[in-house]
């Protein structure tokens, strides 16, 4: 009889909703009648006037002068299914397969890694944001690389010393939690990173670039990440002066509140480097967000196999996947110092982000749309790419030469 009332009253109970809600203006963001919609929370970011309603109520049709749009606080999910250096067949592909498995006498793809290393290996001044689970910025491949923030790390505890509206903020920043440390408890973020920066030495593997600076942003937990989160990192990426960002993860339907944040990135000259997704999906038929939206900084990207064919799980579009890269079997770094081999689009981003990063090292100031424009000249088409990509695989040393 107790668990029969238990249940009686659970199915009682209402379920809340968030919403993510952009304001009109600035000034109204006490208005009670928001207030009387449910709990209230502000984002302070500078990317538009933002507030979070978590409410019983139906909210996503209202229509209130407050209001410029609202839409559900959506969720997103990560976009995956050196000694080490020879089982790299995306950057040095001499006769090892996909599967690390050796074709002997046939030479397979790569993004001509080696080729591009003679021309650079990048620049400290190129500032990356893996927006992600987070990064481990102790790894021993990428603790050279990690963009630290010196007036923090020399600062004073619990002050924001470089008055960024963030508090001890010297690795990063951890949206999922809403704290400073934006550590890896997942492994997605780590294994991105060392794609686009593991350092050039005796130890674990080579990053695309081996001078880089990379920001660790972490939105996603072991449930994904909301909308709000996504708002918060690109806004807080965009306060630290970085020239790309790169983004394993979509999901979720359209949001008019992303799409207006990459395009304040874009004001701010920042590429956005986007997974196409792993659900064998036609994007140009149905859409895969955020790769999807079109906004000239969005590079999408799709998956490539070791002999050159869009990998099995990756989404593909003659118009709206922009190119594809390595993105089967990459061996990449994960916390704790060791390395793991994973798959999907997810792979192939960080691939695209650190040959952006090399551009950017031989040619600064580079714009957005020229960024977009070099990497698609950069690719090289075949029939196995033709039907499913703007243009083909990207090579490394087509994009700074």
Not at 322 to 337: K, M, Q
Request: aromatic share 8%; hydrophobic share 35%; with cysteine.
């Amino acid at each position: 009889m107790k668990l029969l009332v238990a249940m009686m009253a659970l199915s009682a109970c209402a379920f809340s909703t968030e919403y993510v809600v952009k304001l009109k203006n600035k000034h109204i963001k006490s208005f009670s009648s928001l207030r009387a919609l449910g709990e209230v929370r502000e984002l302070d970011v500078s990317v538009g006037d933002f507030v979070v309603i978590k409410s019983e109520q139906k909210l996503d049709l209202l229509d209130h002068p407050a209001i410029e749009y609202i839409e559900e606080n959506i969720r997103y999910n990560i976009s995956t299914h050196d000694e080490l250096f020879k089982k790299q067949w995306a950057l040095s592909n001499n006769g090892w397969n996909s599967w690390g498995g050796l074709l002997p006498g046939k030479k397979e793809i790569d993004i001509e890694a080696e080729e591009a290393w003679t021309i650079t290996k990048g620049d400290r001044n190129v500032k990356i944001a893996v927006i992600d689970t987070g990064v481990d910025y102790n790894h021993k491949d990428l603790v050279k690389n990690i963009m630290v923030n010196e007036a923090e790390k020399n600062g004073v505890e619990g002050v924001d010393d470089d008055g960024n509206g963030y508090i001890d903020d010297i690795y990063g920043y951890d949206f999922a939690n809403d704290d400073a440390d934006p550590m890896d408890d997942h492994g997605h973020g780590t294994h991105c990173a060392g794609v686009i920066g593991a350092s050039h030495d005796t130890f674990g593997i080579a990053g695309v670039m081996n001078n880089v600076q990379i920001l660790p942003i972490k939105f996603l937990g072991p449930q994904g990440g909301t909308l709000e989160g996504a708002i918060k990192s690109i806004d807080y990426a965009i306060k630290r002066g970085v020239n790309v960002m790169s983004n394993s993860w979509g999901g979720g339907g359209f949001s008019q509140a992303l799409k207006d944040v990459i395009i304040e990135a874009n004001k701010a000259g920042i590429i956005f480097i986007a997974a196409a997704g792993n659900e064998r999906n036609n994007n140009d038929e149905r859409a895969s967000y955020p790769a999807t939206y079109d906004v000239e900084n969005i590079i999408s990207v799709g998956a490539l196999d070791g002999r050159g064919k869009k990998a099995s799980f990756s989404n593909y579009g003659k118009e709206t996947v922009h190119l594809f890269a390595p993105g089967v079997n990459i061996l990449s770094t994960v916390p704790g110092d060791k390395h793991k081999k994973m798959s999907g689009t997810s792979m192939a981003t960080p691939y695209v982000s650190g040959i952006v990063g090399l551009m950017l090292s031989v040619e600064p100031g580079m714009t957005p749309v020229e960024i977009k424009r070099r990497a698609l000249d950069s690719t090289t088409n075949t029939d196995k790419l033709e039907p499913y990509s703007q243009a083909g695989y990207i090579s490394a040393h087509k994009a700074v030469r």
